[in-house]
């Protein structure tokens, strides 16, 4: 009997399990997810904040690669222009244009955490975050513009010494971008919005997410994927298929930011 009451008990352990996991999570905690997690349009379905990194990482590289050693100026301008495109997908030439670079994510995920914080399941930890990101976050995307503008003199320039100077530039600004930079000497990276670089954004992040009550859990990627907007500005899921006719929930329209138009 002991045995039968413990296999019981286990059942219903199980049972129970299984159906916190398949609760679903709230609006807001969904849209912390894109930022955070995942998002269907990235090239790798990752969070559009984590795309940011990334990106951004791939562009110091490269803008590294310009200043470092002897190169001649065909080089530099390549290189320049490849970490451009990675700050800035939009600024560049057709032949580089990709989809996201460090400006593209890093507002996309902006655009989630304020899609968080005004969701009506919101805490009002999650209210009180979402300007004070928007505002650090906008030094990064001012420094992908300058970038942006810095690698378009670099490709018209016929300078050696000028192309070096301006590539300089940019690799300070590429590093800015992720480990932020002390612009008033004080000591601290981050003491004000322009300061701010993906480091600190991340840690700020991190913080709010910890301080969630009920906690955020990662957000099953079902669900990630399949928020939709509605034409009067609401948020659901789509509607859940067990077999082609058999719908579990309510809604409609395309996965992740479809049906309802904008993410």
Known sequence: MKHAHALTLLIVAILAMAG????????????IGHAMTGWYETPNKEGLFVLAEDKAGESLKYAQAAVDG???????KADIARAGMLSDSEAIGEELKAQYGVKQALAGAVSHITYA??????????????????????????RCDLITALSSDISNTESMDEAGLLASEIEKLARANIHGEDLDGNGIVGSYAGEYGLVQLRRDIEGMIAREDPPYATVNKWYLFNLIRLPDGSWIFRKKQTTASDDLYGGGGGGGGGGGGGY
Do not use: E, Q, Y
Request: with cysteine.
């Open 70 to 76: 002897s190169r001649d100026l065909k080089g530099i």
């Open 20 to 31: 916190c996991a398949s609760r679903a999570p709230t609006v807001a905690h969904v849209h």
């Open 117 to 142: 914080a005004t969701s009506p399941d919101a805490t009002a930890n999650t209210r009180a975050f979402a300007d004070g990101f928007a505002a650090n976050a906008a030094g990064v995307m001012d």
